[in-house]
C-alpha cells in the first residue's frame, strides 16, 4: 500500500525504509524528554555538590543528621565531665569514663603513637611501653599528666603543654592512666621502678 502518509498535517517527516509497511518517523526527541534529561544532569550535579562536597551535607543530609545526633550525645557526655583537672582525683575518675578515653586516646593516635607505638607498648629506642606496671618519671596519675606537659629534659619526650593546651594534655593523661597494667603484648620490657596502687579515688561528689 503506498497512500501518501507523508502528510499528517503536522510537519512529520518520514523516513525512507519501510518494513512490512511499517514505516517511521524521523522527529526529534521531544520536549519533555529533553526537559527531564536534562533536569536529571543538574539535580545530580546540584546534588554531588551539596551532599558531598560542601558541609550543608552534613546538616541537611541522613547521614549528617545522625552524625549531628551522634556528635550532640557525644558532646553531651563530654560537658557531663565538668571542669577538668590533673590532680589524682581527677585523672582516675576521667581514666574511667568512655567520654574522657575516646578522646584522650584521639590524642594519643595523633600525638604520641610515633614513640610509644599505636598500642602504647613502645618502641626499641624512641618511646617506652605504657602499659607495663613501671615507670621511670612517675608514680601517680599526677605525675603522668606532670611527665606528658613537662617532657623529661634531654630525651625525646618533649613538653607537650604548650603545644597540646591543657585539656588535651588532661586527657592523653587519664588515657595513659587507664593503660597502666594492661601489658600489651610485644612490648618492651619494664623500664624505671614498679608502680605503686594507684591512690584511692575520693568519693564522687
Ligand atoms: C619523639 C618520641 C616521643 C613522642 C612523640 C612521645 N613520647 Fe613519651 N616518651 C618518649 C621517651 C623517649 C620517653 C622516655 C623518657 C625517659 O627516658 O625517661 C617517654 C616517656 C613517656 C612517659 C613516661 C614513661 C615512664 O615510664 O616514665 C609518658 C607517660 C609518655 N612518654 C607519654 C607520652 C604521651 C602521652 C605522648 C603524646 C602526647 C608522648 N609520650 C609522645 C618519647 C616520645
Known sequence: MSTDT????????????????????????????HAIFLGSVVFAIVYWAVFHMSPLGDRWGVHGRYKTAADNAAAAA?????????????LLRLSVKEAALSKGKAVFDTRCVACHRGDAG????????????????????????????NGVT?????????????????????????????????????????????????PEN
Open 122 to 149: 613502645g618502641m626499641p629506642a624512641l618511646g617506652l611501653n605504657l602499659t607495663d606496671d613501671f615507670a621511670k618519671n612517675f608514680k601517680d596519675p599526677n605525675g603522668v599528666y606532670n611527665t606528658i606537659a
Open 154 to 202: 634531654g630525651t625525646a619526650m618533649v613538653p607537650w603543654l604548650a603545644q597540646m593546651g591543657r585539656e588535651d594534655t588532661i586527657l592523653a593523661a587519664a588515657y595513659v592512666v587507664s593503660l597502666r597494667g594492661t601489658n600489651v603484648a610485644g612490648g618492651l620490657p619494664p623500664e624505671g621502678e614498679p608502680l605503686p596502687e594507684w591512690p584511692a579515688p575520693a
Open 78 to 90: 563530654f560537658a557531663q565531665l565538668g571542669t577538668l583537672a590533673e590532680d589524682n582525683d581527677s
Open 6 to 33: 507523508n502528510n499528517t498535517g503536522r510537519g512529520d517527516k518520514l523516513m525512507s525504509h519501510d518494513y512490512d509497511g511499517i514505516r517511521e518517523y524521523d522527529n526529534p526527541t521531544p520536549g519533555w524528554w
